[in-house]
């Protein structure tokens, strides 16, 4: 298993020295994850949890990290976490499901033209 708090660390570090580089470029990352929240209609745990999902379903590890970290910050509790990645596992298996369905319709296609 992967040392979570390790790589976490890790990963600030270094995008602490890309913001150096680039700073407009996460100064507008922050804006927009800031955004995301002013509206103020759910609750902080709630973003995390969804943070977590999308996290999931864009195997994107820094942002499951980081999103873990803040979910149980927030109060999430394990069993909150594991239905909001049951919600991920549907909406991967949909998304297959869905992606399925332009698979064969881009083999009609390729029938249609022979």
């Known amino acids: 298993m992967m040392d979570w708090n390790a790589y976490r660390s890790e990963v600030s570090s270094r995008l602490g020295e890309f913001a150096e580089m680039s700073p407009d470029v996460v100064g ?16 902080p745990k709630v973003h995390e949890l ?3 999902a999308v996290a999931v ?18 109060g999430a509790s394990r069993e909150e976490i594991a239905e909001a990645l049951g919600m991920a596992v549907a909406l991967n298996a949909g998304a297959a499901a869905v992606y399925s369905a332009r698979v064969l319709d881009a083999h009609a296609a390729l029938s ?3």
């Open 28 to 43: 507008g990352l922050r804006k927009i994850g800031g955004s995301a929240a002013k509206t103020g209609h759910l609750e």
């Open 50 to 52: 969804i943070a977590l």
């Open 57 to 74: 379903t864009t195997r994107c590890d820094g942002c499951i990290a980081a999103h873990t970290k803040a979910a149980v910050e927030f």
């Open 112 to 114: 249609n033209n022979k």
